[in-house]
């Protein structure tokens, strides 16, 4: 299966809104509402920032929401802060039943 | 508390074994499925694959299938991910994590440290 499709970079100023895409396709983004976004900070292990699309695990900021229309998801950060620089993942389940993530896309909070 | 505690790091040659492990504590281990997921350096995140410890039912990627065995022991609340001829290829970060609420869904809401594996003659 191949990985979900993220653009490689975003950026914004501080304070901004940036969105992250995550194109799949019917086999997976968009057959299932099962789609999750994860923060990696370097060094560190994934943090799951969102699940099920939209929903936000507790403990995370509601700076982060998440959307999806079609084969293509959405990670939005508003209010961007010098903290949320990192790279992002999504991840879908599939009709195979298995996940897959995307390839990663790199946050710079200039 | 929930975590998973990993194995420390490995360094190996090719051709050799390798058999890492993730602890998980402060939950019901049996409940909640465990992916595997591995990062190279500098480069993304690839899902392996799953193990449900209350039955060990699995689940894996194509990628990785037949590549190395995933394995779970609950009697010591362990799961393992584990290589009977590494390749200089597996060099890489491997993470383990729970999943949150099932499968499907398969997000993952608690993640181990990462255990790195590296092969070289």
């Known amino acids: 299966q191949s990985a979900l499709t993220q653009p490689a970079s975003v950026s914004g100023s501080p304070g901004q809104s940036i969105t992250i895409s995550c194109t799949g396709t019917?086999?997976?983004?968009?057959?299932?509402?099962?789609v999750s976004w994860y923060q990696q900070h370097p060094g560190k292990a994934p943090k799951v920032m969102i699940y099920d699309v939209s929903n936000r695990p507790s403990g995370v900021s509601n700076r982060f929401s998440g959307s999806k229309s079609g084969n293509t998801a959405a990670l939005t950060i508003s209010g961007l802060q010098a903290e949320d620089e990192a790279d992002y993942y999504c991840s879908s389940y599939t009709s195979s039943r298995t996940l897959v993530f995307g390839g990663g896309s790199k946050l710079t909070v200039v | 508390e929930v975590q998973l505690v990993q194995s420390g790091a490995e360094v190996k040659k090719p051709g050799e074994s390798l058999k890492i492990s993730c602890k998980g504590s402060?939950?019901?281990?049996?409940?909640?499925?465990i992916g595997w997921v591995r990062q190279v350096p500098g480069k993304g995140l690839e899902w392996m694959g799953i193990?449900?410890?209350?039955?060990?039912?699995?689940r894996s990627s194509p990628s990785f299938q037949g590549q190395v065995t995933i394995s779970a022991d609950k009697s010591v609340s362990t799961a393992y991910l584990q290589w009977s001829s590494l390749k200089a290829s597996d060099t890489a970060m491997y993470y383990c994590?729970?999943?949150?609420?099932?499968?499907?869904?398969?997000?993952?809401?608690?993640w181990g440290k990462g255990t790195t594996v590296t092969v070289s003659s």
């Open positions: 019917s086999s997976d983004v968009g057959g299932y509402n099962y």
């Open positions: 994590a729970r999943l949150g609420r099932g499968f499907p869904p398969g997000y993952m809401d608690v």
């Open positions: 193990i449900y410890p209350g039955d060990s039912d699995s």
């Open positions: 402060g939950y019901s281990f049996t409940s909640h499925w």
